[in-house]
């Protein structure tokens, strides 16, 4: 794949897709407004939400970024049976059923410091630990198909995977993490 990197090919490939994860973006923060009662009854719940956002889009980002890599190198065939594309998604899986709890853990500490824990410090685990087991899953799909729709467009996936991936991650957050309080709570 011939890559064209002078700022104009790279900006008439990021602005469209920019310019819809700006409008994605305002959605996520409208489902974060609506939940303004539960954060603030629940301070544990509110310390989690920049933690579990920022680690999701972390999570597909670093995916992203091997994907890319891999890509670029040729190792990546895009089939079902691709195993740089099935060892990267179980080492994001596994990372985030290690990192998520360990989340949840510091988020409730946190709280308790600052006098708001009013949840259970199981509960704040099982609510992180679950989001992060969704998240994972959904940073990979996520990750998968802007990396494959990149790769159809003739796009270097360097320049629209990572922000597409995390911008997702970022309203993909806030929705899961709200599910899972919702279920859990």
Do not use: Q
């Amino acid at each position: 794949m011939p890559t064209d990197w002078t700022i104009r090919a790279i900006t008439r490939a990021m602005l469209p897709v920019l310019l819809v994860l700006t409008v994605i973006e305002i959605g996520s923060g409208l489902v974060l407004g609506s939940f303004e009662g539960d954060l603030l009854r629940y301070p544990s719940l509110l310390i989690l939400v920049p933690v579990t956002i920022g680690t999701a889009g972390n999570l597909g980002s670093v995916l992203a970024a091997r994907l890319s890599t891999a890509f670029h190198l040729g190792t990546l065939s895009f089939t079902p049976d691709d195993e740089t594309f099935a060892g990267n998604a179980l080492a994001t899986v596994a990372l985030a059923l290690t990192v998520f709890p360990v989340v949840g853990g510091g988020a409730w500490l946190l709280a308790v410091a600052t006098g708001g824990a009013a949840l259970d410090p199981g509960t704040v685990v099982l609510v992180s630990s679950l989001s992060g087991a969704v998240l994972a899953l959904l940073a990979i799909v996520v990750t998968a198909l802007a990396t494959y729709v990149a790769y159809r467009r003739g796009l270097d996936p360097d320049d629209v995977v990572i922000p597409v991936v995390t911008n997702l991650c970022d309203v993909l957050g806030v929705v899961v993490l709200f599910g899972v309080v919702k279920m859990v709570v």
